[in-house]
């Protein structure tokens, strides 16, 4: 069983917006951290935006900043990603991750401090 399912995702204009979901797919889970990340075609997965909820901080990587926010629900480990002003280059799948240790707190944007992912939702941005 996939632990993170996510939503959302779908084919759109430059300029449009889209949000996307994830949430565990079984009731007893429980992260300190969670994240995006994405995968464009020919390219390495690369972090996106993550929330802690220890302190509810967020993190975002350079090429998206302003345009996405991260958002979640702590008591579901549920989380979201508001997609603005997208672009071409935002085309990629778009996968949720979760850190259940605490070592993610510290390592917010690596992938290998997330433990738990989901199979991704693709988002493609037609120019």
């Known amino acids: 069983q996939v632990p993170l399912v996510e939503s959302g995702g779908g084919q759109v204009q430059v300029g449009a917006s889209l949000r996307l979901s994830c949430r565990p797919s079984?009731?007893?889970?429980?992260?300190?951290?969670m994240a995006w990340f994405r995968q464009a075609p020919g390219k390495e997965r690369e972090f996106v935006a993550a929330?802690?909820?220890?302190?509810?901080?967020?993190y975002y990587a350079d090429s998206i900043k302003g345009r996405f926010t991260i958002s979640g629900e702590r008591a579901e480990n549920t989380v979201h990603l508001q997609m603005t002003r997208l672009r071409p280059e935002d085309t990629a799948v778009y996968s949720c991750?979760?850190?259940?240790?605490?070592?993610?707190?510290?390592?917010?944007?690596?992938?290998?401090?997330?433990?738990?992912w989901g199979r991704g939702t693709q988002v493609t941005v037609d120019s």
């Open positions: 929330l802690s909820w220890r302190d509810f901080d967020t």
């Open positions: 991750a979760a850190g259940s240790g605490v070592s993610v707190l510290y390592g917010r944007t690596q992938r290998a401090e997330y433990d738990e």
């Open positions: 079984a009731e007893t889970f429980s992260s300190y951290a």
